[in-house]
Antibody
Framework: EVQVVESGGGLVQPGGSLRLSCAASGFTFEGYWLSWVRQAPGKGLEWVANIKPDGTEKYYVDSVKGRFTISRDNAQNLFYLQMDSLRAEDTAIYYC????????WGQGTMVTVSS | QSVLTQPPSVSGAPGQRVTISCTGSSSNIGAGYDVHWYQQVPGTVPKVLIDSHNNRPSGVPDRFSGSKSGTSASLAISGLQAEDEADYYCQSFDRSLSTWVFGRGTKLTVL
């Protein structure tokens, strides 16, 4: 089955760190751009970051530049979002997605930044 | 202010046709980048309605259709049904930002 599955969400204090993981299966992992998208409670969708198939190019939304790092492990069919210096406004459901003509989304993992 | 502008809400009676607009600029839709459309029932994962090739994935009714002209795109829903009540989002790529962008979403109410 073609799918992506997130893990690693949870409650973290402001200023803290969290690493999200996304496990992929059912497709040629190293052939696709991969993205993270988030949705704050009651708000719309916000694209966060993406990474090229070979990992050589990475792009971020301005609000997370310098704080979040996207990476991938093509040997393990995994990709990650390292989130540092977390703020309350980073509280959201984080979705990983395989880019393509029709993006494939995971079920999401909740990240709550609160003291 | 979002790069892609959608109306906050639209409504229609069962059986009617509604359209949801998505207005961009010369750096995204107007530059020829494809538009994706999603449907999201609150509490669920966004569902792809229209892909970048303007096709409907398997399982999406043909009541849903997408179009694009100039710097704007539209999602049309015909034969409105109660189950269509949801939030709808457009998505495209912006070459000035080098990022993907979403509209703020449109809430569809079936009267």
């Amino acid at each position: 089955e073609v799918q992506v599955v997130e893990s690693g969400g949870g409650l973290v204090q402001p200023g803290g760190s969290l690493r999200l993981s996304c496990a992929a299966s059912g497709f040629t992992f190293e052939g696709y751009w991969l993205s993270w998208v988030r949705q704050a409670p009651g708000k719309g969708l916000e694209w966060v970051a993406n990474i090229k198939p070979d990992g050589t190019e990475k792009y971020y939304v301005d609000s997370v530049k310098g704080r979040f790092t996207i990476s991938r492990d093509n040997a393990q069919n995994l990709f990650y979002l390292q989130m540092d210096s977390l703020r309350a406004e980073d509280t959201a459901i984080y979705y990983c997605a395989k880019q393509g003509p029709a993006w494939l989304w995971g079920q999401g993992t909740m990240v709550t930044v609160s003291s | 202010q979002s790069v892609l502008t959608q109306p906050p809400s639209v409504s229609g009676a069962p059986g009617q046709r509604v359209t949801i607009s998505c207005t961009g600029s010369s750096s995204n839709i107007g530059a020829g980048y494809d538009v994706h459309w999603y449907q999201q029932v609150p509490g669920t994962v966004p569902k792809v309605l229209i892909d970048s090739h303007n096709n409907r994935p398997s399982g999406v009714p043909d009541r849903f259709s997408g179009s694009k002209s100039g710097t704007s795109a539209s999602l049309a829903i015909s034969g409105l049904q109660a189950e269509d009540e949801a939030d709808y989002y457009c998505q495209s790529f912006d070459r000035s930002l080098s990022t993907w962008v979403f509209g703020r979403g449109t809430k569809l109410t079936v009267l």
